[in-house]
């Protein structure tokens, strides 16, 4: 069972080691516990697996061995079997003709398992894969039509399954092929010249092609170097349909960054320039959207949005939240995806439903997907990944364009979903109140935003010192309040996730309904203190854990900075329109959070026990 790994696979002329190897190490960043490749050489399956990073099983790949002109490869994050190099991909079928590799869950293995084991097949794996593969060869070894066999083996044992999965396999019986399948688990196929790739991320893909077809749920494929045939469960022809990534070859590497958390943090200015593209109006004072489906007319008689998502997508709903309230006047709710598809909520007719998802392959989010339209109403996402399987099942919606985030801690994508939070503010704004003026104002503060961030970037080093002062505490509370609250659950979502510091986020009063009895020379308090109308009651709450022994660090304005002289540390950002201060204000999080968990020794993009899309429940 693998439920939030990798997949590659290959047919072509190049070094098929190389091309599987550079395709998993590119997507390490998804989280796995061991990694596997096999190639079909003479008849044969050579199949090398090894526990822990793709490294290890790079040093175990002699750079001259040959393993063949097709192959797959998979890093697996174990679920259930453990973590063991007999559980890890690829798996090989009893009698040994077919080799796979498979992400997702297969729900009923364990009864397949007991017919397959009646029938004479051995199992050497823990894992519902190893049933799947086994339960291809079976199918295979009854059909009597010797047309279109292995896919047609692939398709009828996939017709038993229950569960979720991506696969590509390998038949030693036909040797210049793969078959690929999907359902809830993403897969794409990298069309080259005399080459094909098969990839669950394009990123692994990105420096061979740019020339993609997606396979949709409920389809299988077959691909040789020069032909894509795919077919749907029910045996409908499908024609594949080419798509070209907007991805550069440069957004995968490190350009010379020690982290791509830091190089994504740092792009920050261009991710949104990128979100803000081509998105106002002629006269500057309104915001466009391309792909939200809905006319004018249709968004106005919206009289409620749903915002749904996890981690720290959801955490830039709760500022959507704060944004479309204030500027456009209409009631938000924002809800956990995992919760939203087990509570069955009553909402308004009108109600319009976002899911907020920067992978778009979020389990929890495609089901509160589902569940809204099953409901009937209007779904759109916001989502960075084009293609994405939350992306192609919404009704519309808009792309981030923040280019891959190989990190697995969340930055650039979550400034950018914010960006375009303030802009569907502004939209729905200026479809009811808001004047001419507050938009023109409205949109001019945006334009400003990569400047601002950019502003920001530059005291990396003032923040780098600051973060020194709080390595070694190992609790942390962040305080804010109103649309600077998220930003608090931002900044400690983020130390905790690469630090492994506890940290808590709270709105700055509430803290002494309780969170305040944690306060001491022990738990330092981070403070969001920017906002000048309530910058009272938030030094208050300063005065309060200070009182109590607390080291404090503050984000406040510049043109405040001076009045916090009795803080600790203070670190003054400019001073903006309320509509963009929560980026400006997430920057030095972000930085802090890095910083503290470098000095700590952490690996940074690859936090322990995380995974960069969560494919399970
Ligand atoms: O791809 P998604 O935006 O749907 O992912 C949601 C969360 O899993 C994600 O934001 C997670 O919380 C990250 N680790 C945040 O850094």
């Given amino acids: 069972m693998a439920a939030m790994c990798s997949i590659i696979g290959y047919v072509g002329e190049k070094n098929l080691g190389q091309v599987l190897l550079d395709g998993l190490s590119r997507m390490e960043y998804r989280g796995y516990d061991s990694a596997g490749i096999s190639g079909l050489k003479d008849g044969k399956f050579v199949l090398l697996k090894r526990l822990g990073r793709v490294k290890n099983l790079a040093d175990a790949v002699d750079s001259s061995m040959n393993l063949g002109n097709v192959g797959i490869g998979h890093t697996r994050w174990a679920t259930h079997g453990k973590v063991s190099v007999r559980n890890a991909h690829p798996q090989i079928s009893c009698n040994g003709i077919f080799s796979i590799v498979h992400n997702g869950v297969i729900e009923n293995y364990e009864s397949i398992k ?28 009854k059909e009597r039509e ?45 069309v080259g010249d005399g080459e094909m790739f098969v990839a669950s991320d394009a990123c692994a893909i990105v420096t061979h092609t740019k020339n993609v077809v997606y396979l949709n749920d409920g389809e299988l494929a077959r691909i040789t170097r020069s032909d894509i045939f795919i077919t749907t469960m ?30 994504e943090i740092c792009e920050q200015p261009q991710s949104l320039e990128n979100a803000m593209r081509g998105r106002f109006s002629d006269d500057m004072s309104t915001s466009k959207f391309g792909g939200l489906q809905l006319s004018p007319h249709e968004l106005r008689q919206i009289d409620r949005i749903l915002f749904c998502a996890c981690g720290t997508a959801w955490h830039a709903c709760l500022v959507a939240e704060y944004f479309i309230e204030k500027y456009a006047r209409i009631p938000v709710e924002v809800e956990y995806s995992s919760e939203f598809r087990y509570r069955n909520m009553p909402l308004e007719k009108n109600t319009l439903v976002f899911i907020v998802s920067q992978s778009g392959e979020t389990l929890d989010s495609l089901a509160a997907l589902q569940e809204a339209k099953r409901k009937g109403y209007k779904t759109l996402a916001i989502t960075n990944v084009v293609g994405s399987t939350i992306a192609r099942e919404s009704e519309g919606g808009i792309y981030q364009h923040s280019g891959p985030e190989i990190g697995v801690a969340a930055s650039k994508t979550f400034t950018a979903q914010i960006c375009i939070a303030a802009m569907l503010a502004l939209y729905f704004g200026r479809l009811h109140d808001m004047s001419f003026d507050e938009g023109a104002a409205f949109v001019q503060a945006l334009l400003q935003l990569p400047e601002k961030v950019a502003q920001v970037l530059e005291k990396k080093d003032e923040i780098r010192l600051i973060a020194e002062k709080y390595a070694h505490y190992e609790d942390m509370l962040f305080l804010g309040r109103q649309s600077m609250f998220p930003i608090a659950l931002e900044g400690a979502l983020k130390l905790k996730e690469i630090s492994y510091i506890h940290a808590e986020g709270y709105p700055a009063a509430e803290m002494k309904h309780g969170l305040i009895a944690l306060v001491s020379e022990k738990c330092p308090c981070l403070f969001l203190a920017t906002q000048k109308d309530i910058l009272g009651k938030t030094v208050s709450n300063i005065r309060e854990v200070k009182a109590r022994n607390a080291r404090v660090v503050a984000i406040v304005s510049e043109e405040d900075a001076t009045s916090f002289g009795y803080i600790d540390d203070v670190i003054a950002i400019p001073d903006v329109h309320d509509a963009i201060r929560p980026i400006v204000a997430t920057i030095p999080l972000q930085l802090f959070a890095y910083y503290i968990a470098k000095i700590r020794g952490c690996d940074i993009d690859k936090p322990r026990n995380l995974a960069k899309s969560v494919t399970v429940e």
């Avoid at 084991?117 to 199918?139: A, P």
């Fill in 114 to 141: 007991k017919y397959l084991v009646k029938q004479g097949y051995k199992f050497s794996s823990d894992t519902d894969t190893e049933v799947l593969v086994n339960l291809i060869e079976y199918h295979y070894n």
């Fill in 146 to 190: 010797p047309k279109n066999k292995f896919l047609t083996s692939v398709q009828k044992a996939l017709l038993h399954v229950v569960g979720t999965y991506g696969i590509a396999v390998l038949s030693k019986d036909n040797p210049d092929e793969i078959v690929v399948a999907r359902k809830s688990s993403p897969l794409l196929i990298g």
């Fill in 234 to 263: 029910k045996n409908k022809e499908v024609n594949a349909i080419k798509c070209e990534l907007d991805w550069q070859t440069e957004d995968v590497s490190l350009k010379g960054y020690e982290h791509f958390m830091l190089k």
